[in-house]
């Protein structure tokens, strides 16, 4: 523990003991959050984003000890354990490296260099590996052996071969080396499969492409990837540029055994051998093994890419607890309605036929008008699907025909929202009511509270990652998770209110328990205090203490039940009443309380510095939301899809979805448009988080559009023109690696000028369009 406990603590560059009380509090069932939010006096300050990668790396080089225990006992077994092989194998740091020291120990199967070790030929392999100036074919005389097989000087030549590439094929340190110079100097080539050009056209831009391996971003990989796994791409990877004479590998090979090779009788034997043992063992598994790091790597981004934007979307601002109108667009199916009271309880549904082929327009009308009036509705979300911009028009003609308390209409991303309504929640929620209305449902509560509605479905399908379904789905699912429960516990969660899949997302609960609490609030009605929570079933003093602190209770018998501070800490507020002699009421939300307060006074062996300091930051804004102040965009009348776009056009649009090469945009046309990064901002970025993020509100310039793809290139940066083009081409997209190197070298910090507007190359490849079907 000491050891694992040091190395996290020097990559996250803080101390042992910090470390060592968060792994302590770890295994004793502590959460993330809880641990985060109410033991930092414990972690010394380990916030949220320390302790999910500690927590990663406990996990990681626990695998990692015990691994080394089980290869230790195999070699040990064998009789092969040496104490210098025993000290590497502890000093290894990762797994990769463990594995080739276990190489040349792994049962293996018959292999052609065992058969020659059998029939006697190892010695030979030996003695021609040591002194290059034996004659091998003299040598190879002693040891033919036709009854084993070996009947002449080429087969027993053949075989000490194959004894040879096998014992190169398993040195650890030269495997290490060889790793070091593909991961260094590598290149990767994908070329598209013969016959295959227009049955994975798609991939067109990965046809005849190369960059080097180092160079190549996390959408590129999985794209390439994607294309080889659907037998469309072929992927090698080469060490040296084409055409070079002597193989850089091959001569890391020499110097490692410190061959110097001219003219010695056994030279060109040796040359053969390294020669095969390079191309047909070291090449080919050193070649399979980057392809998998790629992909690890890729799958890493691409999660942590669809984290960023998942926290950023279930983060986004609500619109708060006001009537709200939900209208899931149709077209010949219809629109439906669904009107929600503030706490998100359905109060009426209906369905109209504004467009085509019924075109009950006025009808439609009169529906939505009354609706708002009977129910006083304050806002109208509109899902952004298929026909929303006919459906926004006919809600903002309703909204003339108001006459006073005109809502406010807002367009709502809809994804997730079909996933939702099929699913066995919404069923129990609403057994009675239409599969189509409960999309309607679930479009105006996630305008009420984004974060709230969105738990309910599985983020995988809210349309907001980056590959999604190429990675590694445990990965992902755990990834999103911890996502989803840092976000919860953020914000805190109405006890009073709150559905069953909200609070099972809670810090100490599980669906189980989550469910118990809403049958608890069924038959006994509304919580008035926090620890009426311990009468409800299965949920024990342990969970009480992960989640109290993240339930809020409103109008409750304690008003400390509506904040962060934890109910442990309560003691801790009556001496700060008793020191002010003012009823808790007057003490919560006190502005400066901090400089009113004795906080030497309160220090004791159960309440230290930071924790005064919470709980006194936490009494001065009691339950304070962390998310941003509502506001939405306002997408521009007349422009309602791709052929309504022209080259010059400024629009607001919200940011629907980040990835590492630019920012997607929603600017009403149902289609997003695309910002590279490179667009983003007249300064260098690496990312494009470091200016958006999903759910902003941004405005961008047309570039170009590209209908027949539906593909639409923005900017952010308003001043930019389009690219030049012959009328009526339509633009030719140069490949994405070309693309990048050009931005890479347009976006360095020393470089003073200004990037060049961008074309629609960025758009050029298999994600555009994998997007635009997730989407759809």
Partial sequence: MATISQQIAEELNVKPVQIEAAVS????????????????????????????????????????NERKQVVKTNIKQQGKLTDSLSHAIDHVENKTQLEDLYLPFKPKRRTKGQIAIEAGIE????????????????????????????????????????????????????????????????QLTATVVKGKTQEGAKYRDYFEHSEKLTKVPSHRALAMLRGRNEGFLQLSISIDPEGT?????????????????????????????????????????????????LREQAEKEAIKVFAKNLSDLLMAAPAGEKVTLGLDPGLRTGCKLAVVDGTGKLLSTNTIFPHAPQNNWDKSMRTIVNLCKQHKVSLIAIGNGTGSRESDKLVAEAIKMLEKNKPMKVMVSEAGASVYSASEFAA??????????????????????P????????????GVGQYQHDVSQSL???????????CVNKVGVDLNQASMPLLARVSGLNKTIAQNIVIHREEHGRFEERKQLLKVARLGP?????????????????????????????????????????????????????????????????????????????LEKPGRDPRPEFKTATFQEGVEKISDLKVGMILEGVISNVANFGAFVDIGVHQDGLVHISAITDKYISDPREVVKAGDIVKVKVLEVDSDRKRINLTMRLTDKAPA???????????????????????????????????????????????????K
């Avoid at 930092?40 to 380990?46: F, R, Y």
């Fill in 245 to 293: 004479a002597t193989s850089s590998a091959e001569q890391l090979i020499h110097e490692h055994f410190n061959f110097r090779l001219t003219q010695q009788k056994g030279a060109a034997f040796i040359q053969k051998v390294i020669r095969l043992a390079w191309k047909t063992k070291l090449n080919v598994s050193l070649e399979n093994e980057s392809l998998g790091v």
């Fill in 123 to 186: 010695p030979l392999a030996k003695a021609l590996f040591k002194d290059t100036h034996l004659d091998p074919e003299l040598e190879a005389k002693l040891y033919i052996n036709a009854d084993k097989g070996f009947a002449d000087v080429k087969a027993v030549l053949e075989g000490a071969s194959f004894i040879l590439i096998e014992y190169i094929a398993e040195q650890p340190s030269l495997v290490q080396k060889l790793r070091r110079l593909m991961q260094r100097q590598g």
């Fill in 428 to 449: 129990a929620e609403f057994s009675d009511l239409d599969v189509s209305l409960r999309g309607a449902v679930s479009i105006a509560r996630r305008l009420q509270d």
């Fill in 451 to 462: 974060l709230a509605e969105l738990v309910k479905i599985d983020p995988k399908a809210i």
């Fill in 542 to 618: 342990k969970a009480f203490e992960q989640s109290a602190g993240f339930l809020r209770i409103r109008e409750g018998k304690n008003p400390l039940d509506m904040s962060g501070v934890h109910p442990e800490t309560y003691p801790l507020v009556e001496k700060i009443i008793q020191q002010l002699s003012q009823p808790v009421d007057a003490v919560i939300g006190q502005t400066q309380l901090a400089s009113k307060v004795n906080k030497s006074a309160l220090i004791d062996a159960n309440f230290g510095e930071i924790t005064v300091d919470d709980v006194i930051h936490e």
């Fill in 476 to 486: 992902l699912s755990q990834s999103l998770d911890d996502v989803i429960e840092d």
């Fill in 725 to 775: 083009k012959p009328k009526g081409q339509v633009a030719q997209h140069s490949k994405p690696n070309g693309h990048q190197n050009k931005q890479n070298q347009q976006n360095r910090p020393k470089h003073k000028s200004k990037p060049k507007p961008i074309g629609n190359e960025a758009m050029g490849n298999a994600f555009a369009d994998a997007f635009a079907k997730l989407k």
């Fill in 25 to 64: 509090l770890l295994d004793e069932g502590a959460t993330v959050p809880f641990i985060a939010r109410y033991r930092k006096e414990a972690t010394q300050g380990l916030d949220d984003n320390h302790l999910r990668f500690l927590a990663q790396r406990l996990v990681y080089l626990r695998e990692l």
